[in-house]
């Protein structure tokens, strides 16, 4: 590469790291003068980057947003992680699909060879179909969460009309399972809610702007977490129980990510686990295959309880004469 091409593209590259560089380092870093940095300046403008002076005693320059997308720079790392982002973003739901695909087709073909294999060899596969939201409701949800205002919007159930609009204090937008959800402060039930955003329908104008409340736990995916498993929105499994399985903790671990494992032996250990409801934790505990032993509450002894009188009902043999039609 001729050495003013590759000047040009270390001067980009140090103008993206910070917002302003004084002249007089920017010709120290290049080890050139300061006429030659206000060429490659001059250079970089043709080539449609919006590069603006700073005024002062030093003087300096700063990469500015611009009207039109200039040729971009990135190393090695940056294009690796742009094509596996815009790879995952043709699954995301969100609307995006075609133009992440045309995008990744674009930066794969400019990509050298060593690039591509790197990103070729990072599959990602949706399994199963992720609900697909208009990019334009996204954009809106996420402009009123930036924007701390009152947000209207139509939400139909699954089986039933949408009813009159709903107004929420919008305060954050994520995704979760391949879906996309809005979670707010519902003004008209005077709690938190989360919206699924593909069956949300904005209406405008907005209302007015909102003071920002305090999220339970401080933490959206804390939260998130929470309110998907029953909780109150603090994070942790309304049902939790403690038992000893008889059955190596190195091999119960791996299934029990949100669990505490402890051994007490080769061949023992204590489990730690939530669940949604008892019957829910019992079945969960019951399917390691291993003698156990319940520490504690109640309200899981109770469970297993239940679970047994339930199994061994379903083992009995099928009674022929209550049931006639299950002859042949």
């Known amino acids: ?69 200039p040729p971009l720079l990135f190393d090695d790392e940056q294009a690796v992680a742009l094509a596996v982002a815009l790879r995952i973003a043709t699954t995301a739901g969100a609307g995006i699909e075609e133009g992440a695909a045309r995008a990744l087709h674009t930066v794969r073909q400019v990509m050298p060879a060593r690039l591509r294999h790197h990103v070729d060899t990072l599959p990602v596969t949706a399994v199963g179909r992720s609900a697909t939201v208009d990019s334009g409701v996204l954009i809106a949800l996420g402009a009123a969460v930036h924007g701390q205002v009152v947000l209207r919007f139509d939400y139909p159930s699954e089986s039933t009309d949408s009813g009159p609009p709903r107004r929420v204090e919008p305060h954050h937008l994520a995704t979760r399972g391949g879906r996309w959800y809005l979670v707010a402060w519902d003004l008209d039930r005077d709690d938190w809610r989360i919206f699924r955003a593909d069956r949300v329908t904005p209406r405008t104008p907005t209302g007015p702007r909102f003071r920002p409340r305090t999220l339970p736990g401080g933490d959206v995916a804390a939260f998130l977490a929470g309110r998907f498993r029953g909780a109150d929105g603090a994070g942790d499994w309304p049902c939790r129980g403690e038992v000893v399985l008889h059955r190596a903790a190195a091999e119960v671990a791996p299934f029990v990510p949100d669990g505490v494992v402890e051994e007490l032996g080769p061949d023992r250990c204590r489990l730690t686990l939530g669940s949604w409801s008892w019957p829910g934790l019992a079945a969960t505990i019951g399917r390691f295959d291993a003698d156990i032993e319940v520490i504690g509450p109640p309200e899981l002894r109770a469970a297993f309880a239940s679970l047994a009188r339930r199994y061994a009902a379903a083992s009995a043999p099928p009674d022929d004469d209550a049931h006639p039609t299950t002859r042949r």
């Open 1 to 69: 590469m001729p050495r003013t091409s590759a000047r040009l593209l270390s001067l980009l590259s140090l103008l993206q790291a910070r917002r302003e560089w004084p002249g007089a380092l920017l010709a120290q870093r290049l080890e050139v003068s300061a006429r030659t940095v206000r060429r490659d300046v001059d250079r970089l403008r043709e080539l449609g980057y919006p590069i603006a002076a700073v005024k002062g005693p030093d003087g300096g320059y700063r990469l500015d947003a611009g009207t039109r997308m």
